[in-house]
Structures are given as structure tokens and as C-alpha cells.
């Protein structure tokens, strides 16, 4: 039984000049299944209606904080309040809003890293777990059909037994950056920068990728800028389960990068390489052939590649079609539990609750290690329930 009408959903942050917000909503509304109809935009109640009225909504439906929001939309007929919360907003406030929507019985969107400590990214684990909640993250790298298609390349064997995962994300944005930046503000950003922003998506594509888990790692962490203490740098090595090693880089002082999200993966029979700021092409290298590009858009990829696939080859999809594929399979998924039906076979494929839990878990023990100077275990298992 398919659902009627569009999926509802509101947005907490993304105010006037907000990039991720405008992004979160531009793929959000890609495929015209899901419709913004709720905000508190801004901890500012004018910029908060300044951008309801941008978006041309409900002005009543414009909250003046996200606390309003969760008790006004709790109190409407179910077939007229918002079916989930998109959260934009700094990483410290990402728990407490969770929690709060979690438990009025409303879905999550949720930018990452979830949460900036382990306790509290478990605890979301566990109301998940309770209410029954789709959780989705935002490690919108994922959605691209060609790491999908790498993904699949992996678990066919292609590659053989993995042996070596080098993870990349060089950007140069910080340097001679001004001082009044969330994200170098422990207050809001957590206890890291580069690890925490860019660092969690390097690992999260190698675990989506491989199927890999991190068992330890030794991680050098430094702070190139002046005026913050947070770290513009970081440079990891990693033991992955089954003997795989492995290099994650991740800096925001690389001069001249702009978003060189990379990762190459080698094994036994095969290598594999995507690039980010070329999303469209894999490069698979055999140990005993030719190099072969794999193309987006063709029939010879895997099912779950086409299925994130809008258009024909040769026209390119990038970055708002990466989180587009996020946001259309959790509000399918979604759609099915509202409905009584049955989510697609490749609908629940998206950041889960649990893939937010290792980021924490991983930017922690990167800064334990780098206070430490030495190898620190990293294994990890979240709770399910």
C-alpha cells in the first residue's frame, strides 16, 4: 500500500546564508516525493520567519525555535504535522534536537557527525532502537552510484581479499581563514575539526565501500592556524578487520584543494579507485590486465547503482543527487512505515544510526590517539536496541 501524498518534513536550521541547509532542501526536493512544510531556520526568530518566507510557507508554521516546533507540530492531526526533522544545525545541538523529535514520535534526518560524545550517540542508538525511528545521516558521499557500484565490485570479490584502504580529504579552505568559524569552536563543533568534518566522511566511505571496521589506529594531529585549538590536520594510520591496512588523511590547510574527497582500494586480484570532485568514472585496476573504467549510467552496472541513477550516461550527477539518493530512500522507507507497506529492495540502503555512532566513535579515539601519540584500539560495537 503505497502512501498517497508527499513526505512532510521540517527543517531545524538552515537560515539565510546556510549552505548545507539550502543543499539539504534542494535534495530534498529533487525527485517530488518529499515537501518542506515546517521550520525554526535560526536560534534568531526574524531570520527564522525571513527564511519561511523565502521558502514560502505556512508562516504559521515558522517557529521562532525548534522547541516550539516540536510542540506545535506534536499537537496537529496526524495527516497534517511533518512526518520527519531535518537537522542542520552546529554539531553540539545535534543531540538534543534528535532526542526531543525521536521522542514526539517524528523520523530524523541528521547531519553529521551525529552527536560530540559517544554517550550521547548511543543513547540515540537506543530511542531509535524504542521508537521505532528511520534515522538517517547525511554522509552524503554514499549516495553516488559509482561508490555504490565499488561497493558492489567489493562484495562480488572482484577485488579478492582487501589489503590495503587509502581514504583522502584535502581542502584548503582554512588557511588565512578568520577566527569566527563554528566548526574551529569546541562549543559547537565538538573536540575536532578536520577529523570531525571531513576526517568521519573518509571513514565512512571506506567501512561503506569495504565492509570494514577499524580495529586500531595511530593518528598525528595538528593545528597549522592560529587563534583555534582544534585540529586543521590529521594524518591517520589504520588496522581494518581481516588484516587490511590502511592510511586516512583528512586537512582543511591543504593549499589549493578544494573538496578531493578520494579513495582507492586495493586487494589480492584487483585495485579500485573513485574520486569525488569526478564522480561519474571508477577506475578498477586487475592485477593481471588492463585498467577498466566503469561509467555511470550504464546497463552493465549493478542494480543498486541504477537504481541511483537519474539520467542517461554521458550527463553528468554530482553532489545534490548524492544527498537526493539519502534523502528518496529514507522517505521511502518511511512512506512504507507510514503506510503499512513495504520499503523497495534497495530503499533502506542510507546512513543509519549505528554508521553515526563509529563516526563518534572514531573521532574520539583519532583524538585519544593524537593526545596519546601512539596506537590506541578502535574497535567498536554500537548497541542495537
Known sequence: ??????????????????????????????????????????????????????????????????????????????????????????????????????????????????????????????????????????????????????????????????????????QGWLLGAGMNIWRLDPKFAGISSSVGDIGTHAHNLARYITGLEVEALCADLTTFGKGYELEDDANLLVHFTGDARGIIYASQISAGEENGLRIRVYGTKAGLSWCQENPNYLDVLPADGPAQVYKRGNDYLAPMAKHNTRIPSGHPEGFIEAFANIYRNAARVMAARISGGSPGEFDTDFPTVQDGAHGVHFIHKAVESGKARGWVDARYTPPSG
Not at 47 to 69: C, H, I, N, T
Not at 106 to 115: A, E, G, R, S
Not at 116 to 128: G, K, N, Y
Open 1 to 170: 500500500m503505497a502512501l498517497n501524498r508527499k513526505v512532510r518534513y521540517g527543517m531545524v536550521g538552515g537560515g539565510p546564508g546556510a549552505f548545507i541547509g539550502a543543499v539539504h532542501r534542494k535534495a530534498a526536493a529533487l525527485d517530488g516525493e518529499i515537501e518542506i512544510v515546517a521550520g525554526a531556520f535560526s536560534s534568531d526568530a526574524a531570520k527564522s520567519k525571513r527564511q519561511g518566507e523565502e521558502l514560502f510557507l505556512d508562516p504559521r508554521r515558522v517557529y521562532p525555535s525548534w522547541r516550539a516546533m516540536v510542540d506545535a507540530e506534536s499537537k496537529l492531526p496526524a495527516g497534517d504535522r511533518i512526518d520527519f526533522v531535518s537537522i542542520v544545525t552546529p554539531n553540539a545541538s545535534h543531540f538534543e534536537i534528535a532526542r526531543a523529535f525521536i521522542e514526539a514520535g517524528f523520523h530524523v534526518v541528521c547531519d553529521k557527525p551525529m552527536t560530540t560524545t559517544i554517550e550521547d550517540a548511543e543513547s540515540l542508538c537506543r530511542l531509535v532502537a524504542k521508537h521505532k525511528t528511520v534515522f538517517a545521516l547525511t554522509h552524503n558521499y554514499t549516495g553516488y552510484p559509482m561508490v555504490k557500484q565499488a561497493r558492489e565490485l567489493v562484495r562480488q570479490g572482484t577485488l579478492g581479499t582487501i589489503t590495503k584502504i587509502v581514504a583522502e580529504y584535502p
